[in-house]
């Protein structure tokens, strides 16, 4: 099964693409995730998207693209994966659907994450995440079940996204707005778009878009 996550920032992609990772054993696919590993290590790429990700602008096409090709390559994602951040530009939504012709695989599900934007900056300014195995958090939809300890790994350490201040926020969105909300009506066309409610409970997304892929 192979799925794409759309949605804002803040929209849930990546708590219920973790979610289904585990639960069917597919590959969660994060460019952002990707990208900030880059980021971390100091690498051509980290140097490149840094400044960005920091101002909330995307990084390049090409670059996006080149990481996805070799990502999906990998031995880990034949028997599937879920795309969380990726197709984000008309740009890359054509060239992933070139790399799935040249591969002979195809995407089963778009899944839309709908969330007003009133929601989204007070959900993204109490993201936090466990350092050591990635889970995220929320101040207040989602604290860990004892406080200080990751409910997943039992770590001690979290951290808070650069790119989650309240200003970069509004650039992310305004990005969202010009360059992703236009390839929706691309996926609508090929008839695999699904439109989830997330605004509900994070349970409560889950149950609906498992309810749809047992479809
Ligand atoms: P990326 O990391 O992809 O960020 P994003 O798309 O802005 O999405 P987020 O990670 O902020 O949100 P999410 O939808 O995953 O929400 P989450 O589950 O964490 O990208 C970062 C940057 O990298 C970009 O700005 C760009 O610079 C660059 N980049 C990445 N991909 C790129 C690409 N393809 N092309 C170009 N540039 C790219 O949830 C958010 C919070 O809400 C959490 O605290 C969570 O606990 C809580 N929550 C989740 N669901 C619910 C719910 N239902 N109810 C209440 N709270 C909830």
């Known amino acids: 099964m192979n799925i794409i996550f759309l949605g804002p920032p803040g929209a849930g992609k990546g708590t219920q693409s973790r979610f289904l990772e585990k639960k069917y054993g597919i590959v969660q696919i ?21 400044a960005l990700m920091d ?5 390049s096409d090409d670059l996006i693209i080149a990481m996805i090709k ?39 599900a778009v899944l839309f994450l709908n969330v007003d934007e009133d929601i989204l900056a007070d959900r993204i ?6 350092v050591q195995c990635g889970k995220i958090y929320n101040d207040i939809s989602n604290p860990p079940r004892v406080d200080g300890v ?17 200003e970069t926020v509004v650039e992310r969105l305004k990005e969202y707005r010009r360059s ?36």
Do not use: W
């Not at 101002?55 to 990084?59: A, D, F, Q």
């Open 150 to 166: 990751c409910d997943a790994c039992g770590g001690h350490e979290f951290q808070r996204r650069a790119d989650d201040k309240r």
């Open 30 to 50: 994060s460019t952002g995730d990707m990208l900030r590993a880059e980021v971390a290590c100091n690498s051509d790429i980290g140097k490149q998207a840094k």
């Open 70 to 108: 070799n990502r999906i390559a990998q031995k880990d994602c034949q028997k599937g994966f879920i795309l969380d951040g990726f197709p984000r530009t008309e740009a890359q939504a054509e060239a992933l659907d070139r790399l799935l012709v040249s591969e002979g695989k195809t995407i089963d």
């Open 180 to 215: 992703t909300a236009p390839i929706l009506p691309f996926y609508e066309k090929k008839g695999c778009l699904y439109t989830v409610n997330g605004m509900l409970p994070a349970d409560e997304v889950t149950a609906e878009i498992e309810a749809f892929l047992k479809k």
């Open 125 to 130: 300014s109490g993201r936090f995440t466990c």
């Open 55 to 59: 101002s909330g602008k995307l990084v």
